[in-house]
């Protein structure tokens, strides 16, 4: 259930409106910073700098933020794939700012826009936005993969396309806390592998591992879906546009990656439906069903499905 929100509990105006000169600084910092340490993180870890512990909290983090944005961000707050207590809401709203892609009533109102002119002109992101040569799906595919929120211009306004997430306290709430709960995000893997170890090194070795490898590494997965997803993979599924199926980001993703399914039947809280297609946030929100915390799933509709593969017979 939600409630009106009053101007003192308003998020603040950068993540209402487009833009903000430091949301952008921010984005800008949290993408470009844990990328660059992907390289080095390859030879470090080839240099035996890497411990049981911090594999340990690299997929710690990783599993927990990747819930986050897939389960909550995305198929609940975007979709309403299903609704869930208040303990559970909060919980997914932070999860998914930990892992350091906007607040939530950002994240959702350019995902919703995304939906509504997907492939077409007025999408955020893309990989078509400038033609079909090589040169220009290139192009695009950078930019649908990350340029996009590094100097995009057509970022959605949450005021239009979010209103419901605005006047709902919990959702304000996490939005204005953005900033710590990334400050949270950051820090916490250096200080859980620090106090584990004992260590200063046990510190270093979780902040580079479990905050910036498992960063950059999150967001990539993400972009790709937003990019690779739209430009190649399997349409078992009639949409109204280029998404696809792509398999091995399937498991990285948790299920975003069934993506021709998702843009066929958006409330559908089951990307995977195929045999063998694995989608671990939809196991994972079959959990939270049984436990009382979800509840009003929108499970695929057998006869809906079998319409929509119908068409591509």
Known sequence: MTSAVGTDDAPPEEFQSVGGTLERALIWVFIVVPTVALLPGIFFAWGGW????????????YAI???GIGAGYHRCFTHGSFKCRRGLKIALAIAGSMALEGPVIRWVADHRKHHKFSDRDGDPHSP??????????TKGFLFAHAGWVLWGDERAEPKHYAPDLLNDRDLAMASRQFRVLAVTSLLAPALIGGLWAGSWHGAATGFFWGTLVRIALMHHVTFSINSICHVTGKKPFTARDRSGNVWWLAILSQGES???LHHADPTCARHGVLKGQIDINAWLIKRFERLGWAYDVRWPDPARLEKKRAATT
């Open 50 to 61: 890497i411990g049981w512990r911090d594999i340990v909290i690299l997929i710690a983090f």
């Open 128 to 137: 078509w936005r400038y033609g079909t040569t090589a040169w220009a799906v």
């Open 65 to 67: 933020t990747t819930t």
């Open 258 to 260: 069934w993506h021709n």
